[in-house]
C-alpha cells in the first residue's frame, strides 16, 4: 500500500478531515445537530433524534483528542443539546426524538438511544468537555439501573417514560452499542463493572446464540430471549430491525470482541474463534466477486434479500478486516481491508459533495430504499481513525497519545 493510497494512513488522514468539515455543517444554532441531506444542508423534515446528536458528539470529542481544531466547542454543543433538549427532566433519561422546541416525538426510553448517550459522555470526559463528567454520572447510572437486566446478563430493550413498562422486544443492536458503550466506560470510569457486562453480553449473544445458528446473529427476540427469526418478514429494510442476519452487525460484533479480548486479563479461548467465525461467514454472504460493496441483510441460509450497499456496512467490515490483521497477522484479512479501502474510495466517498453517500443500490448509484441524506459520520470517521490506534484500551483513552 502506497503512502497515499486508499486506506493508508496519508488517505485516512485527509479523508478524516474532509469528513469532519462536512459533519461540522450539522450544529444548529438553536441546540444539537441537525439531520443532513445529500448536500449538507439541514433537512427541515426531519427531528432532532437522540443517536445522531449523541454520535456528533461523539465524533467531534474523538476529533478533538486527535488534534482537530475548534472542535472542543462542538463537543460542548453537543454534550449540552443531551443535557437539556433531549433530557427528561421528570424522570431522568433520554427521548429518542425531540422537535425543533424541544417537544418529543416519543416518549419511550430506549437502550440504542442510551448506550450512543453514555458512549458520548465518556470521550467527552476525555476531551475535557464543560458538563461532560454530570452527563457521563448520569448516563452510568440510568444504563445500570434501567437498562442492565442481571438475571439474562443482557439489556432490555425499551422502558415506558417513567421506567415502569418494560417492553417484551429484546434486541441485539442495541446490546451491540452497549458493549462498545461499556468498553468506553470501563476505561474512562476505571470501573472492571462495565467490562465484565460487556463480556457478558457477548457470551450470550455471540457465544450462545449466534455459535448456534451458523455464526449469522439472530438480532430479535422475545422477554424470555429466544431468538424470533421471522421477526419483520414483512419489512426487510427496516432502518434498525431489519428481518434476517444483518452481516454489518457480525463484522461490528467481531471488531468489539477483538477489543474485549485485548483488554482482558484472562481472554476467554472463545472470543477469537467467534471473532474470525463471525467475521468469515459474513464475507461468505455478501461478499460478490462482481459487485462491490455488501449486503444489507440475508435470510438465514445467507441469501442476500436487501442487496443495498450502505457505507456503515462497509466501514464496519473494513474495521473488523484491520483489527483481525492487527490480532492474528493473516494476509487475508490485509487482504480483505485493501479492496474494501479501494471500493469505498471509488464508491462510497463523495468528492463532490462531501461526507459519504450512506446507501447505494447494487448498480452502485444512489438509493434511499432505506436511509435519506447524509446524517451520520460516526462509523466512517471511526473506520478512518481507529486502525492507527492499538485494540485495547478504548480509543478515548489512547487517541490524544497517538496524534
Known sequence: MTDDSPGSATWRHSARADLLAFARRSERSDGGFIWLDDSGNPDPDKHLELWINARMTY????????????????????????????????NGGWYDEVDFDGVPADTDKRCYGHAHVLLAATVAVRAGAEGAKALLDEAADVHARHFWDAESGRCVEEISEDWTKVDNYRGANSNMHTVEAYLFAADVTGQPVWEQRALAICERIIGIHARSHGWRIPEHYDHDWTPVPEFNLESPADPFRPFGATPGHAFEWSRLILQLEAGLDDPKPWMREAAEALFAQAVEDTAEDDTPGLAY???????????????????????????????????????LASRWWSEIAAHFVDDTTGSWHHELAPSMRQSTRTWRGKPDAYHAFNALTLPDLPLSPSPAMTLGAAS
Open 59 to 90: 465524533v467531534f470529542a474523538l476529533a478533538h483528542l486527535a488534534g482537530a481544531s475548534d472542535v472542543l466547542r462542538l463537543v460542548e454543543h453537543g454534550v449540552t443539546a443531551l443535557s437539556t433538549l433531549f433530557h427528561d427532566d421528570v
Open 297 to 335: 441483510t440475508t435470510d438465514w441460509h445467507g441469501e442476500p434479500i436487501v442487496r443495498e450497499r450502505f457505507h456503515w456496512v462497509i466501514s464496519e467490515a473494513v474495521l473488523a478486516a484491520e483489527a483481525l490483521h492487527t490480532a492474528t497477522g493473516k494476509a487475508l484479512y490485509a487482504g
